[in-house]
């Protein structure tokens, strides 16, 4: 079964830190978070023209040399029953690949994995993984969370050898604050992962701005809580947005 694409940017100097990268987009999310701004491919994926996985591998070609890599994001990748066909074929192109993910589908993950087929893993690390905090941000039942895969996912990455890994968080001041973002600090025990720390952006659509809130920390606070974030994990890049 082909993967289903709903979006190509051709390169893009944002996505992969340190590299010029294609970017792809795959549609629907078993998560529902406020601030999420792919808020069309989670809810009407279906008005996004389709994307055909040659016109990737064309565009791939043409540019090589200059794009080397590709990011998998969505929505979320790893529902798509065609992902690892889609990865095997980049890998047979010598294109490096990065995942962005929840984690909830561990044993996705964990394949990809045992097949060498990522260059990169990357995780939305949006609350301290308990359930309390998840169900809050996710809107979702809690076995819709998927707490204990998330964890599972996380321990495959800490496990994980020869790759880059990723840790992407949201500071949404209605989930994120000082405390939360020590205790998240203390809990990742990843330390050669990259920790981005990434500014809430409100102006954007989302999910439900309602409940993200419209409320931003400011330079000082963002300060504090870089700072926070290093008193526990080494590698963090601050991303202060617009």
Request: aromatic letters at 8%; glycine letters at 6%; hydrophobic letters at 40%.
């Amino acid at each position: 079964m082909a993967i289903e694409l709903r979006g190509f940017i051709k390169n893009s100097f944002n996505e992969w830190e340190g590299r010029v990268a294609a970017v792809v987009f795959t549609p629907g999310c078993n998560w529902r978070c406020p601030y999420c701004h792919g808020v069309g491919l989670v809810l009407q994926p279906q008005e996004f023209p389709r994307v055909s996985t040659e016109e990737v591998f064309a565009s791939l070609s043409e540019n090589k040399g200059w794009v080397d890599d590709i990011a998998i994001t969505g929505g979320e990748p790893t529902l798509q029953p065609g992902l690892m066909d889609f990865i095997r074929e980049l890998k047979a192109m010598d294109v490096g690949v990065k995942l962005e993910s929840n984690g909830t589908n561990p044993e996705v993950i964990a394949k990809l994995l045992a097949e060498n087929l990522l260059d990169c893993l990357c995780f939305d690390y949006k609350v301290p993984l308990e359930l309390e905090s998840l169900l809050a941000l996710t809107g979702v039942t809690e076995e819709a969370s998927g707490l204990e895969r998330v964890k599972q996912s996380y321990r495959l990455a800490r496990e994980a050898v020869g790759i880059e890994k990723e840790f992407h968080t949201t500071l949404c001041p209605s989930f994120i604050s000082e405390a939360v973002i020590s205790r998240m600090a203390a809990e990742l025990e990843c330390p050669e992962a990259l920790w981005v720390l990434q500014q809430y952006e409100n102006d954007v659509a989302m999910i439900d701005p309602v409940a993200a809130g419209s409320r931003r920390f400011d330079q000082q606070e963002l300060d504090r809580i870089e700072e926070l974030a290093r008193v526990s994990h080494e590698r963090v890049l601050l991303r202060r947005g617009k």
